[in-house]
């Protein structure tokens, strides 16, 4: 299965949709790529019509095991204009037990976190919310969750906006500020790499941010213009940045899965080839930085903050210049 050290890749399974296919293609077709052997799966929508143990054997036939879920708010329509943020309490309450749900599905499938993407949390216009109550009510939200199954690691996966025009918590530092906020010792911090470029952020910081103020329980790999979420191949725009996050990832101690949210279905490409090549790419650029994190030259001009000498470096070992 997995080489020791070396963390599992996983892939947004969504790319892997057909017509007329429903998750076990999906799962089926992930499990074809060769090199795939964790999954994240979406909670409630790939549990429509399952069960926690029929998707599990979905996965291990594909020879894949669980890594965590992933809550999607978007398939209840109250949820529009916010899940923890909602103005009506009883609509706020149905989205933290939709949560406890999928992290008692993801309990008993054998995985090990829940991602929260809370892309209706949000606003758009001036005077619409109530800043201070918003955040309270998801603080208070995040507390109610963690503390279902204090056992169970809970991650935020924070962007700058999308599907509202302002998320609530739109980058590592505020992020960060709600988690510590929250005060729960399995609440963390996923890092994606596309998110993180759209909130105008340099990846290893923000490992490093996020590593010294809480932890960093995901690491969504991808790669983007810094304009939107792009979802392209990972380190095919970005990758000094993405050899340089690895190398962060590495002082940190960071074993977890990497999962590739990329999205092929949006540009026509073919789900199975293009998590082939990330699996490749990513594979060459974790070596350069198992490499180039040990260079004492490099070391030295980080030290001094000569970028001269250190971009001449990392180009010598990146691009064989």
């Not at 799962?27 to 929508?45: E, F, K, S």
């Not at 963690?146 to 599907?163: F, I, L, R, S, T």
């Not at 082939?276 to 930085?289: G, K, M, S």
Request: hydrophobic residues 40%; aromatic residues 8%; proline residues 5%.
């Amino acid at each position: 299965m997995t080489r020791p050290n070396r963390p599992r890749y996983a892939a947004r399974l969504n790319a892997f949709r057909q017509p007329g296919e429903g998750i076990a293609g999906m799962i089926a077709a992930a499990g074809r790529v060769g090199g795939l052997d964790a999954a994240d799966l979406n909670y409630p929508d790939h549990f429509d019509g399952q069960t926690p143990e029929a998707l599990s054997g979905m996965l291990g036939r594909a020879g894949m095991a669980l890594n965590g879920l992933a809550m999607r708010y978007y398939t209840e329509p109250a949820f529009s204009i916010g899940a923890f943020t909602n103005p009506d309490r009883t609509v706020r309450q149905k989205a933290i037990d939709l949560t406890r749900q999928g992290i008692d599905a993801c309990r008993a499938m054998g995985g090990g976190v829940m991602t929260l993407w809370m892309g209706q949390d949000g606003f758009d216009y001036a005077f619409q919310g109530d800043y201070a109550r918003m955040w309270d009510d998801t603080v208070a939200a995040l507390q109610a969750v963690a503390d279902h199954d204090p056992q169970m690691d809970v991650a935020v996966e924070y962007k700058p906006n999308e599907p509202r025009a302002h998320a609530l918590m739109p980058d590592v530092g505020t992020t960060l500020l709600g988690v510590r906020e929250a005060d729960r010792p399995n609440l963390g911090v996923t890092l994606d790499f596309a998110h993180v470029l759209y909130a105008d952020e340099m990846p290893a910081h923000t490992a490093h941010l996020i590593a010294r103020h809480s932890r960093l329980l995901g690491v969504h790999l991808n790669d983007g213009y810094g304009k939107r979420d792009d979802g392209l191949m990972a380190g095919t725009v970005h990758p000094v940045a993405t050899v340089e996050l690895f190398v962060e990832l590495g002082r940190i101690g960071y074993d977890g899965v990497i999962y590739f949210d990329t999205f092929p279905d949006h540009g026509g490409l073919d789900p199975v080839e293009e998590a082939r090549t990330n699996i490749a790419l990513v594979e060459r650029l974790r070596t350069l930085a198992g490499r180039i994190g040990d260079l004492p030259d490099l070391r030295a001009a980080i030290d001094r903050q000569d970028a001269a000498a250190s971009q001449r470096i990392v180009a010598r070992e990146v691009f064989g210049a």
